[in-house]
């Protein structure tokens, strides 16, 4: 089946280093849409990104993605960690033709530190 | 903006007892809500996906007779917990989306089910 793989259980570096979280994905299916949420302390999962355009690059609030489907990858990146990032980060994956059912990676714990 | 009330945030049920949590959209019509968990040490796994006018379709290893699901107009939905034991804790989160096709999931705060 379907699976969202996070390699790093907790990522923690200085405040203006870059950031990345890695992010693969394994599915049948040759349009899948890939996601990023973001889940601050005591807070609900957000969006961030979303993609489903091949090595398309995807930004928004610093934050960018490209979904490289030769490599079923899809890691986030940042170019320079502020400490409001710290957070609890999600990669996520559906399929194009049941776009409500996302299947969740483990998550990476982001901590960013002054 | 396009909101999800979720409710309890948290609740502590003993084993055996059964716990309902429920969803609220504002802001938007939630034409499909999917209910997940988020059990200790793990990711969200999927429970079910309820889309107002059609069956609800429930994922592996969850069915209707333990965890009954309502979505009965386009802003609640509701999902309870039958006869709950210590694997049933963690956190459960529901997700409504407009049915737009490819959009996202706007998330509740989730509810926090302790079993004693």
Request: charge should be positive; proline fraction near 4%; hydrophobic fraction near 35%.
């Given at each position: 089946?379907?699976?969202?793989?996070q390699t790093?259980?907790?990522v923690?570096?200085t405040?203006g280093?870059p950031?990345?979280l890695?992010?693969t994905y394994?599915?049948?299916?040759?349009n899948?849409?890939?996601?990023w949420y973001?889940?601050h302390?005591?807070?609900?999962?957000?969006?961030l990104?979303?993609s489903f355009?091949?090595?398309?690059?995807t930004?928004?609030?610093?934050?960018h993605?490209?979904?490289?489907k030769s490599?079923?990858?899809?890691?986030l990146?940042?170019?320079?960690?502020?400490?409001?990032d710290?957070?609890?980060?999600?990669?996520?994956?559906?399929e194009?033709?049941?776009a409500?059912?996302?299947?969740f990676?483990?998550?990476?714990h982001l901590h960013?530190?002054p | 903006g396009?909101?999800?009330?979720?409710y309890?945030?948290r609740?502590?049920?003993?084993s055996?007892?059964s716990?309902?949590?429920?969803?609220q959209?504002?802001?938007?019509?939630?034409t499909?809500?999917?209910?997940?968990?988020?059990s200790p040490?793990?990711?969200?796994?999927?429970i079910?996906l309820?889309?107002?006018?059609?069956?609800?379709?429930?994922?592996?290893n969850?069915?209707q007779e333990?965890?009954?699901?309502?979505h009965?107009?386009?802003?609640?939905?509701?999902?309870?917990?039958?006869?709950?034991y210590?694997?049933?804790?963690?956190?459960?989160?529901c997700?409504a989306?407009?049915g737009?096709?490819h959009?996202?999931?706007?998330?509740?705060?989730?509810?926090?089910?302790?079993?004693?």
């Amino acid at each position: 089946g379907d699976s969202v793989t996070q390699t790093e259980g907790l990522v923690t570096l200085t405040e203006g280093l870059p950031v990345m979280l890695n992010c693969t994905y394994q599915t049948i299916y040759s349009n899948p849409f890939l996601f990023w949420y973001v889940q601050h302390l005591n807070e609900s999962p957000r969006l961030l990104l979303k993609s489903f355009t091949d090595n398309k690059r995807t930004e928004h609030q610093g934050f960018h993605a490209t979904l490289h489907k030769s490599s079923s990858s899809f890691h986030l990146q940042k170019s320079s960690a502020q400490l409001s990032d710290s957070a609890l980060y999600y990669c996520a994956l559906s399929e194009d033709t049941n776009a409500y059912k996302v299947i969740f990676g483990k998550g990476t714990h982001l901590h960013v530190l002054p | 903006g396009a909101l999800v009330y979720q409710y309890p945030r948290r609740t502590i049920c003993k084993s055996g007892t059964s716990m309902r949590m429920e969803c609220q959209a504002v802001g938007f019509q939630a034409t499909s809500v999917a209910w997940y968990r988020q059990s200790p040490q793990k990711t969200f796994e999927l429970i079910a996906l309820s889309t107002v006018n059609s069956a609800i379709k429930y994922e592996q290893n969850f069915t209707q007779e333990k965890f009954p699901i309502s979505h009965p107009n386009l802003s609640f939905s509701s999902m309870t917990v039958l006869n709950a034991y210590l694997e049933d804790r963690g956190l459960y989160l529901c997700g409504a989306s407009p049915g737009q096709g490819h959009e996202r999931l706007f998330f509740g705060h989730g509810t926090k089910l302790s079993v004693l």
